[in-house]
Structures are given as C-alpha cells and as structure tokens.
C-alpha cells in the first residue's frame, strides 16, 4: 500500500467547481481564469517589478543597465512555484519568495536593485488592478455584444404584443420589444458606468511600508509618476493601502451588472415554460437535455446566469466587509478581498456569457405569444373597457360594470365583448362593434413603442 502523502506534498486540487477540469466547463469562462488566475497574478507581480526597475532607472535611482536585466528576469513560468509556496506559507505573502527568485534570475548585479524602496502591498495590490483591467476588459467585450443583440431584438419587436404580467398573472397588454428594453436598459447603464469605474480601480497602489514613501526620500513622488506612466494607471492622490473604495467599486459593479443579467434570465426561464412557452434558448442539440426524457430542453443558460450571478452577489458583501482596515496596513481584510474578488470577475463573466449566448440567439414565437394573450378572452384589456366607458358612466359606475362582466366571463367562460354585451347598462348606450374596438390589445399598448425607441436611442447615441 502507498503511503500517505501530507498536506504538504500532495498536489494541490481545486475545492471551487468554477476552477475544475470539469465542472470549470459550467462556471465562469476560461479567458477570464487567465486574466484572473494564479499565473496570472504571479506574472502581473513581475510586471510591477520590471516597471518599477524601470522607472526607477529613469531617475537615475538604480543604474540603467540593472533595468532591462530585471524586465528579461520577470517571467512567471521561470519561477520555482513549490519554492515560492513554501516561503509564502512561512512569510504570508507572495512577495518574499517571489523577489528572492526574480533577484535570482536576474543575477547578483542587477538582482540586488530589485523591489526597491516598494513594499509588498504596493505589488500585490498594482497586481491586481492590472488583473482588473483585463478582467474589465473582457467583460466590456461581453457586454457590448449582448447590448447589440438585445436592441436587436427590441426593435424587430417593438409591436409584437403579448400578455403583461404582474404577480404572475395577466395585468395588461405589452409588446415584446418593450420587454425586451427592460432587460436592455440596465445593461447599457452598466457601459455607461464603465468609465467611471476604471476611473475609480485603475489607479497604482504605491506608498512604501505605511503609505509616505519615506524609503525613496525627497524621490518619492517622482518614482510614483513614472511608474504610473509605466503601466498606463493613474496615480492616486494618497496611497490606497487601507482604503479600498476604488477596487470595491469594481465589485459592487460586477454585483449590479449580475443583478440586471439575473432579471433576463429569469424572464426567459418563466416563458420557457411548457404552458407558456412564448421563448425558449437557442436550441444546440443535446444541450439542456435530460438523461431519461429525451424531450426536454432545460433552461440551462438561464439556471446558470442565476447561479453564478447569486455567487457573485454572495462575494460582495465579503468585500465590502473587507474595507473596515486598520491604520496603515489591515490586519485580516485585505486577505479576505482577495479570496473574493477575483472570483466575482470568474463568475460574472460566466454569467454574462450565458446572457450573451441567450441574447444571440433566443427563439420568439409571436404566435404563441397571441394565444396566451387571448386565452383569458378579453379580460386582459378590463382596464381599457374601463377607461372606455367611464365617459358615458363614469369612473366608478364604470368599474362596478366592467367588474360584474368579468366575474360573468370567468363564471361562464365567455369572453368579455359577450359578456358585456348582456349587461343591458351597456348594450343600452354601445353596439358590439364599439365594445370589440376597446377590448383589442393592439389598442392599449400606451406608450410602449416609444419607451422601446428612448432605449434604442441610448445604444446609437
């Protein structure tokens, strides 16, 4: 019998599905494991540490040749990554071990001007933001497509109508594509909020041991600027060491943008159904099967913009939590936001590209759309009637009418033309054809066409 390996020799395995070889395929998006990923923030790392060398070689700080040297060295897939475990096991941080390998492979005369007068947060947290940026980056491109082909949408159809529903019963007539600008609306609120929030998170984190630079003197300053320029970030007004606002902005966006995707999906779940079946999700075979009822077609996209969106608005909290830090240098917090917000950009963006998969391609069927809007016959339209006869009756009488014909309808499945038909109070003052032009939907769609056009409007301003 082979022996136990201990913790410490056992090859590390993922715990989160969103990180398995499997069920990875579900969660998230593997563009966004890269810009997100362990190897990715090892490299970023090296990326602040090559343009720190640079920047400081600029200014005459470390000799000029020791830079080039350095930005050659900083390779993450060179490193030793069981060496670096083990020294951020003892240490806490990545930092250390990471420098001491990077001083390595740069040799003894420009390896010893590596990290020079950072600290260790100025790097792990300018890391991140470089992570952010590309995070950000990806999911632009994801949401820019599923805005496009939801005014698409939207305008081929801003005059289909179908049944309104509140409280998951018919309340009045609406058009599909005034549906439709629902779910697009907040969407585009979301790009138009996107250069503000990169305003906020891209900025360098750089502020030396407690945030004064003291190790670099009266250069300070200097070093920020050009470091800054090196990574194309914006410097800060202060070192953000202990205030996390920027990067929770980021989160807190990510939380939003899921929240909207979250009112898609489950608009299209709902209307999936067999007994509505108004949409259902662009059909791939084999996809959203059962593994016993061969007729099944699952909302399978939609179950997983709502997981997802549910992990991420899970994560938030944590990282909002994580902004209570102390003095100059949080003791607990800043551990706990990295554990959440590299996930929130994993599992949001597998949230949108389920939207975007959804969005391009789901199938409309108008017809059955109509059916359910006449199987209450005519019912769907009782505040119209209402409104219509409240000149010849007035509001309250009106009401009282158009309520008895309802009850008269249900009571004897009839529709609602026939029904008021029989009630003498109306057929005394109206004819048939009168009473039939009030109850056609087509006519009690107020100004949904033109709430369709507003947002249309926003996606080619």
């Known amino acids: 019998m082979a022996p136990t390996k201990t913790s410490e020799e056992a090859p590390t395995m993922p715990v989160n599905p969103a990180d398995g070889a499997v069920l990875g395929a579900l969660y998230g998006t593997d563009a966004m494991r890269a810009a997100m990923g362990e190897h990715a923030f090892l490299q ?3 990326d602040v540490e090559a343009a720190l060398a640079r920047a400081q070689a600029r200014l005459g700080i470390i000799p000029a040749e020791a830079a080039p040297v350095i930005t050659e060295a900083a390779d993450a897939s060179k490193l030793d990554l069981a060496a670096m475990a083990g020294a951020t096991r003892n240490t806490g941080y990545p930092v250390v071990g990471l420098v001491k390998q990077l001083s390595e492979l740069a040799g003894p005369e420009a390896g ?12 792990m947290d300018t890391a991140l933001v470089l992570q952010i940026r590309d995070g950000l980056a990806l999911v632009e491109t994801d949401l820019r497509a599923t805005v496009a082909a939801l005014a698409a949408m939207a305008a ?5 109508v179908m049944a309104g529903r509140t409280h998951l019963q018919h309340a009045l007539p609406v058009t599909f594509g005034y549906k439709v600008a629902v779910w697009l ?5 979301s790009l138009e909020d996107l250069p503000r929030i990169r305003r906020r998170a891209l900025r360098l984190s750089f502020g030396g041991a407690a945030g004064t630079l003291a190790s670099l003197g009266d250069k300070g300053l200097a070093v920020t600027r050009e470091l800054a320029k090196e990574l194309d970030l914006a410097e800060a007004d202060v070192p953000w060491h202990v205030a996390r606002d920027g990067i929770n902005e980021a989160g ?3 939380g939003i943008l899921c929240g909207s995707l979250s009112k898609l999906a489950t608009d299209v779940m709902l209307m999936m159904q067999s007994e509505i079946a108004e949409v259902s999700e662009p059909h791939v075979r084999g996809r959203g099967g059962s593994s016993t009822m061969p007729q099944k077609r699952n909302p399978i996209a939609c179950e997983y913009v709502l997981s997802q969106a549910r992990g991420v608005h899970a994560l938030v909290p944590q990282m909002l939590a994580s902004m209570a830090q102390d ?4 003791t607990g917090p800043w551990q706990t936001e990295m554990l959440a917000l590299p996930q929130a950009f994993l599992l949001a963006h597998g949230a949108l590209s389920q939207a975007r998969f959804i969005a391009g391609g789901l199938v409309v069927d108008p017809a059955r759309m109509r059916r359910n809007l006449d199987a209450t016959g005519g019912l769907i339209v009782s505040e119209a009637v209402m ?5 010849v009756f007035g509001r309250g009488e009106s009401h009282h009418i158009v309520n008895d014909a309802c009850d008269l309808a249900i009571a004897e499945g009839i529709g609602l033309t026939a029904a008021l038909m029989r009630d ?3 057929s005394a003052r109206l004819d048939e054809a009168a009473i039939a032009a009030m109850t056609d939907p087509a006519a009690y769609l107020g100004s949904a066409g033109a709430f369709v056009d507003r947002v249309l409007a926003r996606v080619t301003a």
């Not at 010893?112 to 790097?123: F, K, L, N, S, V």
């Not at 081929?156 to 289909?160: C, K, M, P, V």
């Not at 609306?185 to 609120?189: H, I, N, W």
């Open 44 to 46: 970023r790392m090296l």
């Open 112 to 123: 010893r001007w590596t990290h020079w007068g950072a600290t260790t947060q100025d790097i």
């Open 156 to 160: 081929a159809h801003r005059d289909t």
């Open 185 to 189: 609306a907040p969407l585009l609120a």
């Open 252 to 254: 807190c966006w990510l």
């Open 327 to 330: 003095f100059e240098r949080g």
């Open 387 to 391: 409104m219509g006869l409240a000149p």
């Open 424 to 426: 003498t109070r109306v």
